[in-house]
């Protein structure tokens, strides 16, 4: 940003420091729009991502997962979401208040409201959803009318005091946190629907927060920090990276957690026992920093961290934690299977800080580990049957997958994986200027109007090796089309142009880049051949899982003693609905009678049977049993004294499952 700006942003500062109401930022008024100016990014990116809306899911499962969701942001009341922050504005309502982590006696309520803008914001890019727009539009106003009625630019469904407390070292739960996700969806409403009465919003909350934090002193704000505050320095990096106005970049640094950063910008792992989502928020923070400063530090840090927690504390599903914490050193994990493994949240925002790192540095590596966990962690995560999502993906074996209920769990989780679904496509292409790259194997067309090109991607992968690419070009264009040729590919790599066969020489983790003149109706087929693997624990190799490409395979445990109220959040317990009610079948241990196992683990599904979409009906257990029993990646253990059953793990539903097995030689 030069000094040629028509309005500086020292003056634009001033305004947003002396309140919303100098700076004609009342709820309800408009940002004037022609004093926003983009920062622009300091680090040039090496790797552009798509805007969402430029690339659409075609039919397969993460379109239907899309669907479920779209479904479930529509079927949520606007005036129940709106009830406690009317009720803390002193405005009526008379709605039926939510259960669980909303309910108007939990500190957190309120948190949903963020995530719920963030997903429709998301959506509608996504989809078009007009009607879903517009019902977050009326939302935003509605919430505007409370700010105004606040009058000092405070919004949230909890008073002010919450706020005290956290100054007063009191016990409280994480207010900063939910302000976080509130001022977030607020910047997505207004950065993927336009509403300039969202960024209105986000900017009076700012100016709160800001003459809050004024009168601490670092030390100060260092404790304040200590308690879970999400995202702030994220959201504030990106405020200033929307408006460009430095005051911004100077706020969000006072939530830069030094106590966090400081050795891991020296390459020390000090993770263990910390609360592993409370870190992961801040470190997408620190990636944007680097972003928009060119500090090589906040580079460091965010690099360092995703190494430790990517490579050194996940399991083979690419989630990390247990019981929310990093209770072990580095590789220790064998000792970490529980019923409250991977906290979703976890999954949600390690995939947004490998998605910054590969633009930094576009190594297909990025995109392996983002795969993993995106299919393992995000998409099995989802119940099919009627959208809702889970907290935990516990890898203890004979537990089973546990879901949030529509109206009364809530969670922090429940606010990630609306989120998550509404951005299924958001990491499947990217770019540069000399062509594309292909990240995902998703069926989905990318329109990218600056080349006149559409690439249409066609696949029913995993269930089948095979990618197709079909172009549709406004005119010839000269570009490369690079696909990601993941870790797991094994030999028997092929692909054809237009029917000829292609000569690619590419090793596994790399991209096999195919440059040449496009034109309309051109078609690239890929064979990227899977083959079954085994993941052992870093600490234990007797600790197994098997992989099939790139999906953790889960043994199917049967549904013994298991009811469908379950499988769903206790609706009594707000606070602790997450727990698991009931406990685990262990799984048998497993005699290998070679070290491939390839030789006594086959494939059983019929690859050539076109699956169904798990279409299942909310009923008993066994219905959902029988739906993923057709999946043609079903495979069987043999040679056992029992007969078991592997299934992907994002497909296995409603019963007791296994993915680490202690394996011993025969
Ligand atoms: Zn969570």
Redesign the pocket.
């Given at each position: 940003m030069g000094d040629g700006n028509k309005f500086s942003r020292r003056e634009f500062g001033a305004l947003v420091a002396a309140g919303p109401l100098a700076a004609g930022l009342q709820a309800g008024s408009h940002f004037p729009r022609q004093r926003v100016q983009p920062a622009t990014e300091t680090t040039p990116l090496k790797a552009q991502p798509f805007p969402l809306r430029q690339v659409r899911l075609l039919s397969g499962s993460c379109y239907t997962l899309q669907d479920r969701n779209r479904v479930y942001l529509h079927t949520l009341d606007p005036d129940r979401l709106l009830h406690a922050f009317r009720l803390t504005a002193g405005l009526p309502s008379n709605a039926r208040q939510l259960g669980g982590w909303e309910r108007p006696d939990i500190e957190l309520r309120g948190h949903f409201m963020g995530h719920y803008l963030s997903a429709c914001g998301l959506m509608f890019s996504s989809t078009g959803d007009d009607l879903l727009k517009r019902k977050a539009d009326a939302i935003v106003a509605e919430l505007g009318k409370c700010q105004k009625a606040n009058g000092n630019g405070w919004l949230s469904a909890f008073p002010t005091e919450f706020m005290q407390r956290l100054k007063e070292r009191l016990p409280v739960w994480a207010p900063f946190y939910t302000l976080h996700k509130i001022m977030a969806g607020m910047l997505d409403m207004y950065r993927h629907c336009g509403n300039e009465q969202a960024l209105d919003i986000a900017l009076g909350m700012v100016a709160w927060t800001r003459k809050w934090a004024e009168p601490l002193s670092d030390d100060g704000m260092a404790l304040i920090l200590q308690v879970e505050y999400g995202g702030m320095n994220e959201f504030l990096y990106n405020l200033y990276g929307v408006t460009g106005n430095r005051d911004f970049l100077a706020l969000a640094h006072r939530f830069d957690h030094a106590r966090l950063f400081d050795p891991l910008a020296e390459a020390r792992d000090e993770l263990k026992g910390q609360h592993a989502?409370t870190q992961l928020a801040k470190l997408i923070g620190a990636a944007r920093r680097y972003e928009l400063t060119g500090e090589e530090r906040y580079r460091r840090i965010a690099e360092f961290c995703w190494q430790q927690v990517a490579l050194h504390r996940s399991y083979c599903t690419g989630g990390t934690s247990n019981g929310?914490r990093w209770r072990t050193d580095p590789g220790v994990l064998a000792s970490e299977l529980s019923a409250t493994t991977q906290?979703?949240?976890?999954t949600?925002n390690m995939l947004k800080l490998t998605r910054h790192l590969f633009t930094w540095n576009p190594d297909a590596r990025y995109a392996d580990f983002f795969e993993r966990a995106f299919l393992n962690g995000i998409i099995g995560t989802m119940n099919p049957a009627d959208g809702m999502t889970a907290?935990y993906l516990p890898l203890e074996s004979g537990y089973w997958k546990l879901f949030s209920l529509p109206f009364d769990s809530f969670?922090?989780?429940?606010?990630?994986g609306v989120e998550s679904f509404a951005k299924l496509a958001d990491s499947i292409y990217f770019h540069d200027d000399r062509g594309v790259y292909v990240n995902l194997f998703i069926p989905a067309r990318l329109h990218w109007p600056e080349k006149g090109v559409f690439i249409r991607q066609e696949t029913r992968f995993p269930d089948e090796d095979r990618i197709n690419f079909e172009f549709q070009c406004e005119r010839p264009v000269e570009m490369a089309l690079r696909i990601r040729v993941p870790y797991w590919a094994g030999a028997g790599l092929t692909v054809t142009i237009n029917g000829r066969p292609e000569e690619l020489s590419v090793k596994p983790s790399s991209y096999g880049a195919i440059e040449r003149t496009w034109q309309t109706g051109d078609r690239v087929e890929v064979r990227l051949p899977m083959s079954l693997h085994v993941h052992p624990m870093p600490d234990d190799p007797t600790l197994q899982a098997f992989m099939y490409g790139p999906l953790v395979l889960a043994g199917a445990l049967g549904n013994e003693g298991l009811t469908y109220e379950m499988m769903y959040s206790d609706p009594t317990n707000p606070r602790r609905g997450e727990g698991m009610r009931g406990q685990p079948i262990p799984a048998p241990e497993l005699i290998a009678p070679s070290a491939r196992p390839g030789d006594w683990i086959r494939r059983i599904g019929d690859p050539s049977v076109e699956v169904r979409d798990v279409e299942v009906v909310a009923g008993s257990p066994g219905d959902w049993m029988r739906a993923v029993g057709d999946s043609a990646l079903a495979f069987r253990i043999t040679r056992q004294r029992r007969t078991l059953s592997l299934i992907p793990l994002n497909r296995i539903f409603g019963q007791r499952f296994a993915v680490y097995w202690r394996v011993k030689q025969a």
């Amino acid at each position: 940003m030069g000094d040629g700006n028509k309005f500086s942003r020292r003056e634009f500062g001033a305004l947003v420091a002396a309140g919303p109401l100098a700076a004609g930022l009342q709820a309800g008024s408009h940002f004037p729009r022609q004093r926003v100016q983009p920062a622009t990014e300091t680090t040039p990116l090496k790797a552009q991502p798509f805007p969402l809306r430029q690339v659409r899911l075609l039919s397969g499962s993460c379109y239907t997962l899309q669907d479920r969701n779209r479904v479930y942001l529509h079927t949520l009341d606007p005036d129940r979401l709106l009830h406690a922050f009317r009720l803390t504005a002193g405005l009526p309502s008379n709605a039926r208040q939510l259960g669980g982590w909303e309910r108007p006696d939990i500190e957190l309520r309120g948190h949903f409201m963020g995530h719920y803008l963030s997903a429709c914001g998301l959506m509608f890019s996504s989809t078009g959803d007009d009607l879903l727009k517009r019902k977050a539009d009326a939302i935003v106003a509605e919430l505007g009318k409370c700010q105004k009625a606040n009058g000092n630019g405070w919004l949230s469904a909890f008073p002010t005091e919450f706020m005290q407390r956290l100054k007063e070292r009191l016990p409280v739960w994480a207010p900063f946190y939910t302000l976080h996700k509130i001022m977030a969806g607020m910047l997505d409403m207004y950065r993927h629907c336009g509403n300039e009465q969202a960024l209105d919003i986000a900017l009076g909350m700012v100016a709160w927060t800001r003459k809050w934090a004024e009168p601490l002193s670092d030390d100060g704000m260092a404790l304040i920090l200590q308690v879970e505050y999400g995202g702030m320095n994220e959201f504030l990096y990106n405020l200033y990276g929307v408006t460009g106005n430095r005051d911004f970049l100077a706020l969000a640094h006072r939530f830069d957690h030094a106590r966090l950063f400081d050795p891991l910008a020296e390459a020390r792992d000090e993770l263990k026992g910390q609360h592993a989502n409370t870190q992961l928020a801040k470190l997408i923070g620190a990636a944007r920093r680097y972003e928009l400063t060119g500090e090589e530090r906040y580079r460091r840090i965010a690099e360092f961290c995703w190494q430790q927690v990517a490579l050194h504390r996940s399991y083979c599903t690419g989630g990390t934690s247990n019981g929310q914490r990093w209770r072990t050193d580095p590789g220790v994990l064998a000792s970490e299977l529980s019923a409250t493994t991977q906290e979703c949240c976890c999954t949600y925002n390690m995939l947004k800080l490998t998605r910054h790192l590969f633009t930094w540095n576009p190594d297909a590596r990025y995109a392996d580990f983002f795969e993993r966990a995106f299919l393992n962690g995000i998409i099995g995560t989802m119940n099919p049957a009627d959208g809702m999502t889970a907290f935990y993906l516990p890898l203890e074996s004979g537990y089973w997958k546990l879901f949030s209920l529509p109206f009364d769990s809530f969670w922090c989780c429940t606010g990630t994986g609306v989120e998550s679904f509404a951005k299924l496509a958001d990491s499947i292409y990217f770019h540069d200027d000399r062509g594309v790259y292909v990240n995902l194997f998703i069926p989905a067309r990318l329109h990218w109007p600056e080349k006149g090109v559409f690439i249409r991607q066609e696949t029913r992968f995993p269930d089948e090796d095979r990618i197709n690419f079909e172009f549709q070009c406004e005119r010839p264009v000269e570009m490369a089309l690079r696909i990601r040729v993941p870790y797991w590919a094994g030999a028997g790599l092929t692909v054809t142009i237009n029917g000829r066969p292609e000569e690619l020489s590419v090793k596994p983790s790399s991209y096999g880049a195919i440059e040449r003149t496009w034109q309309t109706g051109d078609r690239v087929e890929v064979r990227l051949p899977m083959s079954l693997h085994v993941h052992p624990m870093p600490d234990d190799p007797t600790l197994q899982a098997f992989m099939y490409g790139p999906l953790v395979l889960a043994g199917a445990l049967g549904n013994e003693g298991l009811t469908y109220e379950m499988m769903y959040s206790d609706p009594t317990n707000p606070r602790r609905g997450e727990g698991m009610r009931g406990q685990p079948i262990p799984a048998p241990e497993l005699i290998a009678p070679s070290a491939r196992p390839g030789d006594w683990i086959r494939r059983i599904g019929d690859p050539s049977v076109e699956v169904r979409d798990v279409e299942v009906v909310a009923g008993s257990p066994g219905d959902w049993m029988r739906a993923v029993g057709d999946s043609a990646l079903a495979f069987r253990i043999t040679r056992q004294r029992r007969t078991l059953s592997l299934i992907p793990l994002n497909r296995i539903f409603g019963q007791r499952f296994a993915v680490y097995w202690r394996v011993k030689q025969a």
